[in-house]
């Protein structure tokens, strides 16, 4: 199937030409009217001998008023149809510039829907893996045996639960007492109290609550980038209970962002010419189906208070975008997913 935008190119290609043959057509037949008229002239001058060829002159005359009036009503109804064509087919572009637009928004809905569902889990599991015995034991009281069982235990979570780089519990003061992969990360006896979602994960209210921070690299974890999820462990597991610790859990962002970007549903001709990212609250790229573009990136969206819409950047690329709708109890971090679309050439 032929291009739309190629049509309407070779619309304007016709239009172009057909305006151009006619006023060459005119100027023609302007110098024709005027040595017709040098003829007429001339044949009067020349009297009786001159009345043959002022019989032809007329003639020329009358010719050149004919084809006037043929290019007067060619140029009002042929450039006036091309006229019409021309617009009926911006028309046409925009409207499909809009569903294409409306659809990459779409898009963005579900791709960043996807995450929020993943990123929902995350909040389940660092909420309820907090009461589990061994974790509570490690933090109400810290010894090699209590630590090591934990260490035992979270290593037999992040067995099952592949999506995850590590799980660190931690007491008040922030020092990290056991972590499921310490063949990998030697993260027992670190300080992590000046870390963001520790901070705030001691201090939620209650074991129903939990905090979330937005992905960074992690130099603990070998600079990896991840989600951190956290909350706080309490007395006896309870949920009204004393803080006695931290769970933090670091979800591995890469490989499972990687997935969402690179999954959306477009053509082969779409790829060619789209990129899909996560962008984050403070407008960093956090993933992107781009292979060049790097995490931490800055992408600057103009959404102007929108939850969802799309827009037409200033070098002709269309930007479709959605903020995170959250889901069930996660309510997001204000990330947005972003299409961003070169035109069909």
């Not at 049509?7 to 290609?13: A, G, K, N, P, Q």
């Not at 660092?126 to 069982?149: H, K």
């Not at 690299?217 to 909350?231: E, F, H, K, S």
């Not at 610790?245 to 779409?270: M, T, Y």
Request: proline share 3%.
């Amino acid at each position: 199937m032929s291009n739309p935008r190629e049509i309407v190119d070779l619309t304007y290609e016709v239009r172009k030409l057909a305006n151009a043959k006619i006023s060459d057509i005119n100027e023609i037949n302007r110098e024709t009217t005027f040595l017709a008229l040098n003829a007429l002239i001339e044949a009067a001058r020349a009297g009786d001998a001159g009345r043959g060829f002022a019989v032809v002159a007329n003639q020329v005359k009358h010719v050149s008023s004919r084809i006037g009036q043929v290019t007067t009503a060619l140029n009002k109804e042929l450039a006036g149809s091309l006229a019409q064509l021309t617009s009926l087919g911006d028309s046409m572009i925009g409207k499909l510039d809009n569903h294409a637009g409306q659809r990459c928004a779409d898009l963005a809905l579900n791709m960043i829907d996807i995450v929020d569902r993943n990123l929902y889990e995350r909040s389940c599991d660092v909420r309820w893996w907090a009461t589990d015995a061994s974790v509570v034991s490690c933090a109400a009281a810290p010894d090699d045996a209590s630590q090591q069982f934990a260490s035992r235990r979270l290593s037999v979570i992040l067995d099952s639960y592949t999506v995850y780089l590590d799980l660190w519990v931690t007491d008040l003061s922030g020092r990290v007492l056991a972590n499921g992969r310490w063949r990998d990360y030697k993260v027992i006896g670190q300080n992590v109290a000046d870390m963001d979602v520790f901070k705030r994960a001691i201090g939620t209210a209650t074991g129903a609550d939990y905090v979330a921070g937005d992905i960074q690299t992690m130099p603990l974890l070998r600079n990896a980038p991840v989600g951190t999820y956290a909350t706080a462990i309490r007395e006896n597991g309870d949920n009204t209970g004393k803080p006695i610790g931290a769970l933090l859990i670091f979800f591995d962002w890469a490989p499972q962002a990687k997935a969402v970007v690179n999954s959306v549903r477009l053509s082969d001709e779409e790829w060619k010419r789209t990129r899909c990212m996560i962008v984050d609250s403070k407008s960093h790229v956090i993933a992107s189906s781009d292979e060049h573009s790097k995490l931490g990136d800055r992408f600057i969206l103009q959404h102007e208070g929108k939850s969802a819409g799309f827009y037409r950047a200033s070098g002709g690329d269309t930007v479709s975008f959605a903020l995170t709708p959250g889901y069930e109890s996660y309510t997001g971090l204000g990330w947005y997913g972003v299409i961003e679309q070169k035109p069909a050439p």
